[in-house]
């Protein structure tokens, strides 16, 4: 039996997956229309990671490249609001505590990690005055949606089931993990075990030991290879002690800085310090050139081109595409 590892890098050793599952807990803008924004993507990507909906419903279960198929879910990124009669005592109390107004405070805080610059001191502060309007964590309490039969029987080569450590729910999200691997081994169905962290916990991005602890954690409940983040420095140490393929999350691109450059600076990185691939979403469809985007990324993953390089092959095909 062909197994979905295979099938997924089937064209080698390293891989581009476009991520297109983000409907799944709410992400809509930019993929209001699937089939038509991923289409003209697919001949420069490996594997479509998208969500059941997407598959069946715009690609009619037929995707000319293998797929991983979404398959935790059952929660979204709308938060849900503590009531206001528990709200106000809390920020009474606040105020009284510190001498400061709760919500500007609160402005301040979340406008900072919005800009994606905090700190991890000013995450932790985001958190907890969070925490006075919006019940902790929600975000994070993903159940199966499918299970590995299910996954096969739409036609996918493998399932993504993320896991939110550091979370009330890391338990739970963990023996979803296990409960889908025990499945999808019997079958052949790879799976992917996504490294979660949720805007709440953003900064883990950037915490190699976190990332390091969490991917062999991922690995050890079942994961065949993890889908996490670049965190610079340390990122090698990642990899190796995931011990299975590693591919990298894109991420919203960072604002105030050149996007292309910063997506093409990632993916080489990534790559030179042992990634077997990328799987970035937003950083190519919401991209205003999404075609030379994605030819690009694909250039440093599978011809070694340097960012700098990449970027140059960008600009040619951007300009032949406006051209045409
Ligand atoms: C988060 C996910 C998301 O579902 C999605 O794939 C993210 O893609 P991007 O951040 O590149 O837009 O798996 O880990």
Redesign the pocket.
């Known amino acids: 039996m062909q197994n979905g590892m295979e099938k997924i890098f089937s064209g080698g050793k390293r891989i581009v997956v476009l991520?297109?599952?983000?409907r799944?807990?709410g992400?809509v803008a930019g993929l209001e229309r699937p089939k038509e924004v991923l289409t003209p993507l697919l001949p420069y990507v490996d594997v479509l990671?998208t969500d059941p909906g997407v598959l069946r419903n715009c690609f009619n279960n037929s995707v000319p490249k293998p797929v991983i198929l979404?398959a935790s879910g059952c929660t979204t990124t709308m938060s849900v609001p503590v009531p206001g009669y528990l709200q106000e005592p809390a920020k009474l109390a606040y105020r009284e505590r510190t001498g400061k107004d709760f919500d500007a405070t609160y402005g301040l805080y979340r406008a900072k990690v919005e800009s994606g610059k905090a700190s991890p001191e000013e995450f932790d502060q985001y958190r907890s005055l969070d925490g006075v309007i919006n019940e902790p964590d929600t975000i994070a309490n993903e159940k199966l949606i499918l299970g590995a039969e299910d996954v096969r029987r739409e036609g996918a080569a493998a399932a993504?089931v993320?896991v939110y450590l550091r979370t009330h729910y890391q338990s739970q999200t963990l023996d979803n993990l296990a409960t889908f691997s025990r499945q999808a081994r019997k079958i052949g169905i790879a799976l992917l075990g996504?490294?979660?962290?949720g805007d709440a916990l953003g900064y883990l991005e950037k915490d190699a030991d976190f990332l390091t602890r969490a991917g062999a954690i991922l690995v050890a409940h079942g994961a065949d290879f993890i889908?996490t983040y670049n965190c610079g420095e340390g990122f090698e140490r990642v990899v190796e002690a995931c011990g299975v393929p590693v591919i990298v999350?894109?991420?919203?691109a960072p604002k105030g800085v050149d996007e292309t450059k910063d997506s093409l600076e990632l993916a080489y990185d990534s790559m030179q310090k042992g990634a077997s691939g990328i799987?970035?979403?937003?950083?190519?469809?919401?991209h205003k050139h999404p075609v030379a985007m994605i030819q690009a990324l694909r250039a440093v993953v599978h011809e070694n081109l340097n960012a700098r390089q990449a970027y140059e092959l960008f600009r040619d095909v951007q300009e032949t595409v406006v051209r045409s």
């Not at 991520?19 to 983000?22: E, G, K, Q, T, V």
């Not at 799987?279 to 919401?286: E, T, Y």
């Open positions: 991520a297109s599952d983000h799944y807990f992400v990671m979404r993504a993320s996504v490294v979660a962290v889908k999350a894109g991420g919203k799987d970035f979403g937003r950083r190519v469809w919401r």
